[in-house]
């Protein structure tokens, strides 16, 4: 298995453009996780899917962030419109089901937004 | 009270000697207890975890010491290798009907030569 997969691994755009990472799952697992990296605040959840349907999405910074999942092999995170402090590194992870106790990790998405 | 505190932020260490990270947690709700390894442009992997019933548990060079009753629980990594130096997380979960990881802040390990 490839593991879970993030596109794209590094994204630069200007302030006000839209924004879209995408993530596949490793096949099997139900559940689903967005978190955003940064050296101010860590490791932060942003939302997890299970069986596709968001769960809890109070990570979600603002209005400007969403998150979806259309079937149980991809997950799209938007930002609309990106800001300078959305500047970040974003994961997703994968479990196969929500209770299971390892996540899995892609390799993250590092955005700037100048 | 969904916080998780890990000390200390960067930690130095000479080769073989003995890293040790410190955790510690609020909610009595979280009942497992994972330590992620990172290293640069990777994501996080699950490196050992524990559950409350069990004080310590040992996988090789890593072992995880829990105090229930302090709400702490720490990694140790014995015979530190330059290998080994990578940003370690500490985490809790809840596996009731929430089922957040919270991610303590890191520790960035060096082991040098």
């Known amino acids: 298995d490839a593991g879970v997969i993030q596109s794209p691994r590094h994204e630069v755009t200007e302030m006000g453009q839209e924004v879209t990472l995408r993530c596949k799952p490793i096949?099997?697992?139900?559940?689903l996780f967005w978190y955003r990296q940064t050296m101010m605040r860590g490791l932060e959840l942003l939302i997890y899917?299970?069986?596709?349907?968001?769960?809890?999405d109070s990570g979600m910074p603002e209005d400007r962030f969403s998150a979806k999942m259309p079937n149980a092999s991809f997950s799209t995170l938007k930002i609309q419109p990106s800001e300078p402090r959305d500047s970040a590194v974003y994961f997703c992870?994968?479990?196969?089901?929500?209770?299971?106790?390892?996540?899995?990790f892609g390799q993250g998405t590092r955005l700037t937004v100048v | 009270q969904q916080q998780v505190k890990q000390s200390p932020q960067s930690l130095i260490v000479q080769k073989g000697g003995i890293s040790i990270i410190n955790c510690a947690y609020e909610?009595?709700?979280?009942?497992?207890f994972p330590w992620y390894q990172q290293f640069p442009g990777k994501g996080p992997a699950l490196l050992i975890a524990?559950?409350?019933?069990?004080s310590e548990k040992k996988e090789g060079r890593f072992t995880i010491s829990f105090n229930k009753s302090a709400k702490q629980f720490s990694l140790h990594i014995m015979d530190s290798q330059p290998g080994d130096s990578a940003t370690y997380f500490c985490?809790?979960?809840?596996?009731?009907?929430?089922?957040?990881?919270?991610f303590g802040s890191g520790t960035r390990l060096l082991v040098r030569p």
């Open positions: 992870a994968s479990t196969p089901e929500m209770e299971n106790t390892e996540a899995f």
């Open positions: 985490a809790a979960r809840r596996m009731d009907s929430s089922y957040k990881l919270i």
């Open positions: 899917f299970n069986n596709n349907v968001p769960i809890d």
């Open positions: 524990i559950r409350p019933d069990v």
């Open positions: 909610n009595t709700a979280f009942d497992y």
């Open positions: 096949s099997g697992h139900n559940s």
